[in-house]
């Protein structure tokens, strides 16, 4: 990394030496140019993010910024080393691509110019017409999208636990995935099979985002399974491109903190003239046997369960999912992708990846619970954790600062497909025991990061607040209801002086609140599955209402 940025440097001092300075006249005042720059601490971002320059994409040791011309003043001044790539972002469009192990790497001059490369990845900027021609070659690609990204990470993104004890219930959820029902699911996907939807059986000849009809019934038989068969409260089809390839996502809604959100999901799509059993229905069985099995429990928090297309084109459909969940603020903790679950060559040790980034130290942790799991439940599988894999969806929520992990079949180690974005993936040429407890994990993991089971039904707690002082009903006291340290749960109160809260059957320690300095609290009190507890309060009335801070 030193050498390099010593490179970037001396690069930068030649340019500015040359005559009329290619920095100041390479832009117009109308261009933006493409900048990379590479830090190797935590003071160079502080100094980055005081220039207000935008995060167009994070990346394992550096980042990707636009600047205009007196922009580029500003990271001079700042004495932070960076590269320009591309003078004028007026035209085109740019994707990281990196080449599995296992394959020739193309000669990627030949479909357009070769930006950047680093230790990980390689920046392009593609002929457009091309695109799908270095796909077919076995190349990842992750599209740059243009907009800014947060430069801090949620900081209210709960902990993932540390430590996992069995639990039966989600033993019980285990016990329910079956080889039969991982491979009816996958054959389905791949086209051996014919699926139900529409009202008619319909055989699947192809999952390529851009194939018309078929893409349109793979879509369509997701999610009229997730509305007909599993009832699921909510299904979104999310129309990033046209009505034929949208992302489908199923959410049950949680009783007590519906806005806490946990996602499970994969790439429903695959690569033009594949069956992509392994790349990716694999990914997608499994989530649609997470949808099926913990749809029959309640939950405290909301889950999804999502189908994303545009992945091979570049992420396109998950980004377009994650821009929009950072938009309107949604507050999602958690994101398990899963994108090639059932490769592993017949006999051999059972490895998995499991894919963090640095950047979100709680992916780290996810990622380890994981593992935990898998040795908790003694699943036949052997997890190895890191980084450096990015050409996957999970990519596109961490680039929006959600904590998200991919899980992965050996793609760091030497176990590679080798029916990778070929004619040749097809449910046969998968390992059924593998692939069976790696859909086992994967839903094991996803009940335990979320840890919001509902297992006995939930209770209510509600009342009514008033005056201490002429008995009138107080509007926007708030109410805690806490036990241990680690849960806390708070409502308000309506314009009548009305509260009601949802809860899960625990003893709890109730506090209500005006001002920090008038409050009322009643311990020891006892929600009961199906029950609900009243306690009312008389309160002094302030004119500032106190906001204890919210804890999980």
């Not at 690609?141 to 993104?157: E, N």
């Not at 990716?280 to 099926?292: K, Y």
Request: aromatic fraction near 10%.
């Amino acid at each position: 990394m030193k050498k390099r940025l010593l490179s970037i440097l001396l690069i930068l001092v030649i340019l500015s030496s040359l005559p009329g300075n290619v920095l100041a006249t390479s832009q117009t005042a109308e261009q933006i140019a493409l900048i990379y720059i590479p830090f190797e601490s935590d003071d160079q971002l502080r100094i980055f993010f005081s220039t207000q320059l935008p995060v167009y994409e994070w990346l394992e040791g550096g980042l990707l910024t636009g600047a205009e011309q007196a922009e580029l003043q500003v990271l001079q001044e700042a004495g932070l080393p960076f590269l320009i790539l591309d003078p004028d972002m007026r035209s085109g469009a740019y994707y990281l691509a990196k080449t599995r192990s296992s394959l020739p790497e193309p000669n990627y001059e030949t479909y357009g110019r070769v930006l950047l490369r680093t230790n990980n990845v390689i920046l392009l900027k593609p002929d457009p017409t091309l695109v799908d021609s270095l796909i077919q070659t076995g190349v990842e690609l992750s599209l740059i999208t243009l907009t800014p990204k947060p430069v801090i990470p949620d900081q209210g993104a709960r902990e993932f636990p540390t430590q996992v004890s069995p639990n039966p219930i989600i033993q019980g959820m285990i016990d329910q995935v079956t080889q039969e029902k991982v491979y009816q699911y996958d054959r389905q996907l791949a086209g051996e099979l014919p699926v139900w939807v529409d009202g008619d059986w319909y055989t699947i000849t192809s999952r390529y985002t851009f194939s018309g009809t078929p893409i349109q019934k793979t879509t369509q038989y997701i999610g009229q399974h997730m509305t007909d068969g599993l009832s699921l409260d909510k299904v979104d089809y999310q129309i990033w491109n046209n009505t034929t390839n949208p992302n489908v996502i199923g959410e049950i809604t949680g009783l007590v903190n519906p806005q806490d959100i946990y996602i499970i999901g994969a790439h429903i799509d695959d690569v033009q003239g594949t069956p992509g059993a392994d790349d990716n229905a694999s990914g997608s069985v499994a989530t649609l046997l997470a949808a099926d099995i913990l749809s029959q429990y309640q939950w405290g928090c909301t889950l999804r369960y999502a189908f994303w297309t545009g992945e091979e084109q570049g992420l396109t459909g998950s980004y377009a999912y994650a821009f929009r969940a950072h938009n309107t603020g949604e507050n999602i903790l958690g994101y398990l992708n899963l994108d090639m679950i059932a490769w592993n060559t017949i006999g051999s040790d059972p490895y998995i990846n499991l894919i963090y980034t640095n950047r979100i130290p709680a992916t780290q942790t996810l990622a380890q619970l994981y593992a935990d799991v898998i040795d908790a439940y003694n699943i036949n599988l052997l997890p190895r954790l890191g980084t450096g894999i990015s050409a996957s969806d999970h990519t596109a929520f961490l680039q929006y600062g959600f904590p998200a992990i991919l899980a992965i079949e050996d793609d760091l180690g030497d176990d590679i497909n080798p029916y990778y974005h070929k004619l040749q993936d097809t449910p046969a040429n998968t390992d059924p025991t593998y692939f069976t407890n790696f859909v086992k994990a994967s839903i094991a993991t996803f009940a335990h990061m979320s840890d919001c089971i509902v297992p006995d039904g939930i209770g209510y707690l509600d009342g009514h607040i008033t005056d201490v002082d002429g008995g009138m009903p107080i509007e926007g006291a708030v109410i805690s209801a806490s036990y241990d340290q680690a849960h806390n749960y708070l409502t308000k109160t309506d314009s009548n002086g009305d509260y009601t809260r949802s809860l899960y059957p625990e003893t709890y320690t109730v506090t209500a609140y005006t001002c920090k300095q008038y409050q009322s609290t009643i311990a020891d009190v006892q929600i009961v599955a199906g029950s609900v507890t009243t306690l009312d309060f008389t309160l002094q009335q302030c004119q500032k209402t106190f906001f204890p801070i919210m804890s999980k």
